[in-house]
């Protein structure tokens, strides 16, 4: 039987009288938004249990909401928000979710059978981009749902078939207490990526964590280009970093595949100047990457239905890359940001 299959069974059998697992779910944020609040109305409509939803903000603020539970963590970072919120919850699982991610109806619904195997300490679904996002915000989704930035780890941003992982973004993961209290929390010495480090641990101790496509949430994304190249700034220096102090999880071919065109495409140029032989391989390459970059813009406009958005997606691509790849070496070389 495979795991989707599992997955299928084991939600049947949950609908025939399988004891109730309570579930807090733990939202970090620096101050109340907008996008906190549509979390909370998503939060308000689920399917599936709800013990009670803990929001940590660096103030306190008045509740309105019974149901919601506000505290305060003064200004620290996310990694010490989300330990603040898991020491005050009281359910069996604690569900993570960024304060601008909002989940869909069967977002518990799905999750929580899949922890009826004692073998599973944690589970993640994707963060789609939520239609109602604006162009720029559109165009950066888009990118990350091409395999020519997220590679084998697309089905972070686009429903993809369930399967074991070992790393997964705690823009939505659902850990089980016991997990959480023996891996010891998040490691706020890690941010960002904390929650690679957490994750490993987690393998580290034999603990398995599920892909489930239909434990989705809607995230929403940084726009192009400011936002969203800064995010994946952070994404390359803790990656370069991660990929020489936990080799286990990050210290694989995709990761260093962006840095190893950015020196191709800098120091290419350099030496072709002098090596006439290159010039033709060097070419053909750039060729080669233009024609792979044309094609994903192609099939943007065709998924998404927009021209636009599917050109905007061309530049982010290449972009991306770049930034992505300068900043993992810089983390690869240096002990520290």
Known sequence: MNLSQQV???SEKHGLGVPRIDVSIVIIAARATAVLEESLAAIAELRGPVTETIVVLDEVVESVDGAVRYLASGPVGPAEKRDIGARSARGDLLAFIDDDAYPSPGWLSA???LFENSDVWAVGGP?????TDGFRAQVSGWAYAAWMVSGPARYRYVPQAARRVDDYPSMNLIVRRSAFEQVGGFDSTYYPGEDTKFCLEIVRRGGQIIYDPHVLVYHHRRPVMRGHLRQISGY??????????????????????????????????VVV???????????????????????????????????????????????????YGFRFLGGLVKFRR
């Open 236 to 269: 390359g220096w803790h990656r370069g970093y991660f990929a020489r102090v936990f080799p286990e999880t990050s210290r694989r071919v995709p990761y260093f595949v962006p840095t190893l065109w950015t020196l191709w495409l800098t120091f290419g140029a």
């Open 127 to 131: 963060g789609v981009t939520p239609p």
């Open 273 to 323: 100047i002098w090596v006439d032989q290159l010039r033709p391989l060097y070419f053909l390459t750039i060729g080669i990457y233009v024609a792979a970059v044309l094609a994903s813009v192609a099939l943007v406009i065709k998924d998404a239905g927009r021209f636009w958005i599917g050109v905007a997606v061309g530049p982010t691509i290449v972009l991306s890359h770049l930034v």
């Open 111 to 113: 999750a929580v059978p």
């Open 8 to 10: 299928s069974t084991s």
